[in-house]
């Protein structure tokens, strides 16, 4: 049975500039996480991000571009979560063959608009004026009546 040195610190990853490694306190630090952790690991800790973290990860460096870019596990944790939102549109993006990414893509700022517009964000808009500077986009008549029932529900 393996005891714990409390004396000893425990491994630590970070994120910063380095050579690539497990290490402990006083050792080279590691650049980063995903260079040391098997990619499955890495993907992981990545499932973590919110679909506009990921994103902004993907732009951190090469090797973590390709493993967000590659993992379609990733993009279809995010695309589950706007299907609850616009379960039409990503059902019919994925029977027409689209991958995680695509269906991703192409639905996302039509589940946040959707979204806001469920939640009431804009149920006392009264000008056009009042709209400036919000993310829009076009809906289907379905995803109307959807919003106006949730109108009227309230």
Same mark, same amino acid.
Not at 53 to 69: E, G, M, V
Not at 79 to 95: K, M, S, T
Not at 107 to 116: E, I, L, P, Q
């Given at each position: #049975? #393996?005891?714990?040195?409390? #004396?000893?610190?425990?491994?630590?990853?970070?994120?910063?500039?380095?050579?690539? /490694?497990?290490?402990? /306190?006083?050792?080279? %630090?590691?650049? =980063?996480?995903?260079?040391?952790?098997?990619? +499955?690991?890495? !993907?992981?800790?990545?499932?973590? %991000?919110?679909? *506009?973290?990921?994103?902004? @990860?993907?732009?951190?460096?090469?090797? $973590?571009?390709?493993?967000?870019?590659?993992?379609?596990?990733? $993009?279809?944790?995010?695309?589950? %979560?706007?299907? @609850? *939102?616009?379960?039409?549109? *990503?059902?019919?993006?994925?029977?027409?063959?689209?991958? $995680? &990414?695509?269906?991703? !893509?192409? =639905?996302?700022?039509? /589940?946040?608009? &959707?979204?806001? $517009?469920? &939640?009431?964000?804009?149920?006392?808009?009264?000008?056009? +004026?009042?709209?400036?500077?919000?993310? #829009?986009? @076009? %809906?289907?008549?379905?995803?109307?009546?959807?919003?106006?029932?949730?109108?009227?529900?309230?």
């Amino acid at each position: #049975m #393996m005891k714990h040195d409390l #004396m000893r610190t425990p491994p630590v990853f970070f994120l910063c500039k380095g050579q690539s /490694s497990l290490t402990s /306190s006083g050792d080279t %630090l590691p650049q =980063n996480f995903a260079e040391t952790l098997p990619t +499955e690991m890495s !993907v992981k800790i990545f499932e973590e %991000l919110d679909t *506009v973290s990921l994103c902004s @990860a993907s732009q951190t460096c090469r090797l $973590w571009r390709d493993i967000i870019q590659e993992s379609e596990q990733l $993009w279809r944790t995010q695309c589950l %979560l706007i299907r @609850a *939102v616009c379960q039409r549109e *990503v059902d019919g993006d994925r029977r027409d063959g689209l991958s $995680w &990414k695509v269906t991703l !893509v192409k =639905n996302y700022t039509r /589940s946040c608009v &959707k979204k806001d $517009w469920l &939640k009431g964000r804009y149920s006392h808009v009264t000008s056009a +004026e009042q709209l400036i500077g919000r993310r #829009m986009t @076009a %809906l289907d008549a379905e995803a109307w009546g959807d919003i106006l029932q949730a109108e009227l529900d309230r």
